[in-house]
């Protein structure tokens, strides 16, 4: 399955930034899917995850309260949704696929991933 992310860039702390991801896959619906990031010198973090049909949803720490994740499996899209954005958010976002049973929040889990979109927090 192929997937492109996109919709990264410059926001000032406090902001917010949408980050789409699309599938190529005909059956969306048969995976879950999540977002990771990786900052510069660091290792890639997990961010959210949603189940299958959106019915369960998975956070990081930093993120829990500030970000959403949503899918639709129609269009065959997943969203992050942003808010409150803060300098150490600054990272490439990367959206991963996932074909097992449980959500994982391991990046090694994951079979397929996107090309990563550069978001950056800064004023």
Same mark, same amino acid.
């Given at each position: %399955?192929?997937?492109?992310?996109?919709? &990264?860039?410059?926001?000032?702390? $406090?902001? /917010?930034? @949408?980050?789409?991801?699309?599938? +190529?896959?005909?059956?969306?619906?048969?995976?879950?899917?999540?977002?990771?990031?990786?900052?510069?010198?660091?290792?890639?973090?997990? %961010?959210?995850?949603?189940?299958?049909? &959106?019915?369960?949803?998975?956070? $990081?720490? /930093?993120? @829990?309260?500030?970000?959403?994740? +949503?899918?639709?499996?129609?269009?065959?899209?997943?969203?992050?949704?942003?808010?409150?954005?803060?300098?150490?958010?600054?990272?490439?976002?990367?959206?991963?696929?996932?074909? &097992?049973?449980?959500?994982?929040?391991?990046?090694?889990?994951?079979?397929?991933?996107?090309?990563?979109?550069?978001?950056?927090?800064?004023?």
């Amino acid at each position: %399955v192929q997937l492109q992310a996109f919709g &990264g860039g410059l926001v000032q702390p $406090g902001g /917010s930034l @949408k980050l789409s991801c699309a599938a +190529s896959t005909r059956t969306l619906s048969a995976y879950n899917m999540a977002w990771f990031r990786q900052a510069p010198g660091k290792v890639r973090e997990f %961010v959210a995850a949603v189940s299958r049909i &959106g019915s369960q949803t998975l956070y $990081g720490d /930093s993120v @829990k309260g500030r970000f959403t994740i +949503s899918r639709d499996n129609a269009k065959k899209m997943v969203y992050l949704q942003m808010n409150t954005l803060k300098p150490e958010d600054t990272a490439v976002y990367y959206c991963a696929l996932h074909n &097992g049973l449980r959500i994982p929040t391991a990046p090694e889990q994951y079979i397929d991933w996107g090309q990563g979109t550069l978001v950056t927090v800064s004023s």
